[in-house]
């Protein structure tokens, strides 16, 4: 029985992860609870030490955790972000979200996987309606803020209706990986047109949002699935190539959103050429610099970071007396640094950046069916791009999002070798 319903409320977890958070906690926290009922635990601890990536997570956590508890506070550091105390924010956000890669190891059934992806992507297109509803002013919006079901901050210019816009573009994106590989392994014509035109719509619904990383995430995750597909035909190649320009184009020259978007990075980098930092991109870049420069500055830095408890203060101390005014104007306000792989190793040392690295290392390696390996490509760059722009590991949605994507690829790899 608890087999059955540890399935079940995995489905409608995958199915409300795209449009709200506290139902997908609330069906995140049955599974777990049915997970632990269900018992056997004797070939889950199995299967867990047997899949080495399933540590990853749950070490980066350990280290996290280590690094508060040794830290000097509790309370000045990127993650405690307003909370009372960061032990909260690292059990919450990074001991407990990768649980939902054991779940599927483990207990996940092939059939309630299927069910699981085509639930998200339902998902998926029930917030692309109403993102477009939202978009053509078919809607009362401030009313439905007025009762939280469309996002607080959604708008015209960044119709996201269910999350923050950038974490709604990383969830297109990826969403789009697997809507073409549904396209390509479906075999019914109409199933086959719909999935085409969702594909198109959402491209379109990626485009009009003001989520830049999501549109960088869809130009290289596409160019690789299609090198990954494609291989050694060169022909088919600039043929995506060509695709892929043209839809760049056509949003620029459609697109207000896009357009300005655009527009809003060359003046960044004319900004940043003058040395103002203090713009979108400008901040990234001067946080890039001034956090390598802290954990270059000396080798206890380079091996154990300032400290879970204490990133932001020795990070803007750091910006504040070895840079000139203009780097700590353009990163006085950020709540952290833009940068997973910098995150991790500020907050949890040198060893936490090297485990995120051989997350990728172990993602790859994943023996999937052949014919999901260009997805599964794509979506290791998605997630290393990501990961480049922002810290989507501890954005709680697009963390989720991960992990769940994570766990599926695991999942097809064990279910792979019990085929042979």
């Given at each position: 029985m608890n087999q059955k319903l540890l399935q079940y409320s995995f489905i409608l977890f995958a199915f409300t992860l795209p449009l709200s958070r506290g139902a997908f906690n609330f069906f995140f926290a049955l599974s777990l609870l049915f997970w632990l009922l269900e018992g056997n635990f004797k070939y889950k601890i199995a299967t867990i030490k047997e899949r080495k990536i399933l540590w990853v997570f749950l070490l980066i956590a350990l280290l996290t955790m280590l690094s508060a508890l040794f830290s000097h506070s509790y309370h000045n550091g990127f993650l405690a972000n307003g909370e009372k105390s960061i032990l909260r924010v690292v059990i919450t956000h990074y001991f407990l979200v990768p649980?939902?890669?054991?779940?599927?190891?483990?207990?996940?059934?092939?059939?309630?996987?299927q069910l699981a992806i085509s639930a998200f992507l339902l998902a998926i297109f029930i917030s692309e309606i109403a993102s477009y509803l939202v978009f053509f002013h078919l809607i009362d919006v401030d009313y439905f803020k007025s009762i939280h079901i469309i996002y607080k901050f959604s708008s015209v210019e960044n119709p996201s209706p269910f999350m923050q816009h950038i974490e709604y573009s990383v969830y297109l994106s990826i969403a789009i990986l697997f809507m073409l590989q549904q396209l390509i392994l479906s075999r019914n014509f109409w199933v086959r047109a719909f999935i085409l035109l969702f594909f198109i719509s959402a491209t379109i619904n990626l485009f009009i949002n003001g989520g830049r990383t999501g549109q960088l995430i869809y130009i290289f995750a596409m160019l690789t699935y299609a090198l990954s597909y494609f291989r050694f035909h060169i022909k088919n190649i600039i043929a995506t190539l060509f695709a892929i320009a043209a839809i760049v184009f056509l949003a620029y020259n459609f697109s207000s959103t896009f357009h300005k978007r655009i527009h809003e990075a060359v003046m960044n980098i004319e900004q940043m050429q003058k040395g103002n930092f203090d713009t979108s991109w400008g901040s990234r870049v001067a946080s890039n610099i001034v956090t390598l420069d802290y954990l270059t500055s000396s080798p206890k830095r380079f091996?154990?970071?300032?400290?879970?408890?204490?990133?932001?203060?020795?990070?803007?101390?750091?910006?504040?007396e070895h840079f000139a005014p203009n780097y700590y104007k353009a990163v006085a306000h950020l709540a952290h640094t833009h940068n997973q792989y910098l995150e991790y190793w500020l907050d949890g040392t040198l060893f936490s950046l090297l485990l995120f690295l051989l997350y990728f290392i172990l993602l790859l390696r994943l023996n999937?069916?052949?014919?999901y390996k260009p997805l599964l490509n794509a979506f290791a760059v998605a997630v290393a791009i990501a990961a480049m722009t922002d810290v989507p590991l501890f954005r709680y949605q697009p963390a989720m999002l991960i992990m769940f994507l994570t766990g599926y690829f695991i999942k097809l790899s064990t279910l792979q070798r019990k085929a042979h």
């Open positions: 649980l939902i890669i054991v779940i599927m190891a483990t207990s996940i059934q092939k059939r309630t996987l091996l154990f970071g300032a400290g879970a408890g204490d990133s932001k203060r020795e990070y803007l101390e750091h910006a504040k999937v069916p052949k014919e």
